[in-house]
């Protein structure tokens, strides 16, 4: 096996694990969602009542889970084309050509920015609303 067909491989199980990942985005996204009746749970905020104990909820926008699952589903998409075009230049034998190498590094790119945005929102978005559940609990 040559040094092409090694960096060939290592792309195709490099889009594998995307794939897995891609799906840990989304299921538990579309859990939430459907759990929450439609809404996100995203920085959303909320208060304790102390007449009985209830957590009233102010609900942020849907667009934050709404962009989650966008970018899992494209993740998704991406990773199953790459899969299935590298493995055919796997099994000819061939390599990409320039256009293709620039075309996929641009959009590989493209795609990373989305993700580190997607993660930041995640983290950020929990952080608001656990620190608005453990408001009651503080010492």
């Known amino acids: 096996m040559g040094v092409i067909n090694v960096l060939l491989l290592s792309q195709v199980t490099a889009n594998i694990v995307v794939f897995v990942l891609s799906v840990c985005i989304m299921v538990p996204m579309i859990i939430n969602q459907s759990d929450f009746r439609g809404r996100c749970l995203l920085f959303s905020t909320g208060e304790w009542r102390e007449e009985d104990g209830q957590f009233d909820v102010s609900w942020s926008s849907n667009s934050v889970c709404g ?15 790459q899969i299935y075009r590298l493995s055919m230049h796997l099994y000819k034998g061939h390599d990409s050509s320039f256009l293709e190498a620039f075309v996929d590094t641009v959009v590989s790119t493209v795609l990373c ?22 408001k009651r609990f503080e010492a």
Not at 121 to 131: D, I, K, Y
Request: aromatic letters at 14%; one cysteine or more.
């Open 113 to 134: 920015c989305i993700s580190i945005i997607a993660a930041l929102l995640v983290t950020l978005g929990f952080h608001t609303w656990c620190g608005s559940i453990t």
């Open 67 to 81: 962009y989650i699952i966008f970018v899992g589903t494209i993740l998704f998409l991406s990773s199953v084309v």
